[in-house]
């Protein structure tokens, strides 16, 4: 119920789906449903999109961890939305500059003729149609408008689970204490502890000295010892000890080390002994006292090697790691991650440890580590019945405030793995409004064809590998039995042992599809390698991760295109030239063919530098 004055500007609109917050969990729901043909509305209450990604907080984007670590073993790096996200980043935007950041986002969703955009839109109240979802209420800031959207279906993608409070959903705050899923690493009995939020900042490098003058409000830290924890271990002993408690120990610093590679100081953290919702004013406060001091503490306190580094940004908006998670259909638990998930209804993956942060966030500074990182399998599987509710007929969700403990989202919560929750539920909602179907009815009967679905788009579900269209299997194809074969593998990416699943073409080669007489062929569907560990992408080892950086040191180099992506192809039809594709930077392409055909050919004339074509799929439908 929502109180309106006179006077007050007030719009209608209607949809299949609603999506409340436009992190990057909401932005992929918004645009895999839209391009699944639902009409969307996306409400989104800051006036750029990305959530924690956004040029307002500037979190790195992180996901499944490969088989060594996330900087040299990429095997299981997202794709789908979120890689074409990236593709388009690193074409546009070279420098990583923030501003052009955000243009990417809001250009890739309105882009979508389906999706209308609410920005400045704050999600403040909600109707129930019995125990359905009718409409929600979003206040505009900018336009001093009322907007009331009715949808088939909402996906609450706040991360703080607007929509719980205001609908009745159940939810949940805090830790569960051991007993009550078996799990080992959370304390013994409940509490409403979380993680807490952040303010980060960021320096550049220049090549003169840069003074810095703290305000009077700022903290004061005089030592590195003000604010550092001092691994348990005494130092003579961490000289000794095995080369993974090293690695944890240090991990776990609150260093502040500057450089393209360093720090994006996460660890300025406060609010998990308090309420992460309605305490986040206040608590801004302390975290900009805190962000201030350290800046001053690096630059005026002793040699930190900052002579030339000014301070560039300070978020003034906290990102949040915890608040209201949902209870769904089911609740995704520790075991299950430490198991792989291996759900029939799996429709995503994680791989990030267990990152549990110190409630008590900057206020353990010494006597505790800022987090805790618990090995996780990686990947391991998330599924459907996490992203919807339990008690709520039409409620979806995706993101941080997913159907998980607190242990097993102390995983799922990297932005990677969010954007996955993101596109399997948008996809899912596009297939419950084409088939009028329920989510429980989804899960039961059309699981299958919702995994089919992710997977053409281009998202891998590990333990399984894609379906080759039957068209495709039974053409003749102008390749080796052996190179056919390992095309129609349905892998799309490296294995952990690295075994490389593409075939390779020299530039200029073809492949071309024959059948025994005229088929309707619709799509042409290729996937290239987007080069995984991204080492002709960047030097810079951080940003290999994911196209983002936090500071600037004078090391940095502009990202590039991938130089194992296809830049230009021509697709011919009984010999007509019937597509050309010029700049293209994406390594999954979908080509609409439309039309009866008996010769297919796609000629591969260019890369963005490699010597040879790589082509883990190319086949048609
Ligand atoms: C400091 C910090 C460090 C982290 N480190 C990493 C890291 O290194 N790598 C990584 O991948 N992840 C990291 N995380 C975790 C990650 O950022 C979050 O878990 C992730 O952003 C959650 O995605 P989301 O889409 O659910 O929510 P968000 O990214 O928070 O997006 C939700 C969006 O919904 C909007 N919204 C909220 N309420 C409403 C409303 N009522 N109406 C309309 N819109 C609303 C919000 O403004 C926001 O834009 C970190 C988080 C923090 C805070």
Redesign the pocket.
Known sequence: MIIRTEGQAHKELHADLCV???????MFAAIAAARGGARVVL????PV??????S??R?????AMGSKDHKTHMENRETGLISELEEENIYFNPNLNYSVWDGVMWNMVKSEPNITLLLN????GADMDGENIKCVH?WQLTTYTWFTVYAKYFSD????S?LAPLTGARYRVGREGNDEYGETIGPKVSDRKT?G??C?LQARETDHKVEFKAPPWANVYLEDSDFDYVPALAKDDFEHCSKEAKKQASALKRAHKLGTNGT?F?W??LGGEDDSIHDTERLRDELLKIAYGIWDHIKNRGDHGADNWELEWVGF??????SRRYVGRYVLTQNDVQAEGRFDDMVAYGG?PMDDHNPAGFKAITAEPPSLLHPTPSPYGIPLRSLYSGDIPNLFF????LSATHAAMSST??????ALL?QAVGSAVAMCVAENITPDELVEKRITALQKRLRDDGCWLPFSVREIPELSKNATLSLSDEDKALLFNGQERPDADWTINYITLPVGGEITYTFDKPERVNVLRMVFDPDFKHETVTPNKKIRV?AQKSSTGLDFVPVKVAATLVKNFDVYADGEKIYSADECHRSLVKVNIGQEVKQLRVVFNETWGADEVRVFSCDVE
Request: hydrophobic share 35%; charged share 20%; glycine share 20%.
């Open positions: 409340v917050g436009g992190g990057l969990s909401g409400m989104q209450d800051r999109l990305g959530g924690n990604c956004s307002e907080i979190m790195w984007i992180r996901g839109c704050s999600c403040a979003g993608c706040s991360g703080d607007i993680m939020m952040s980060l994006n996460w300025i953290e908006l906290p990102g949040k790691r915890e990030w995706a993101g941080r405030n919560r990297v932005m990677a793995t969010c993101g994911f």
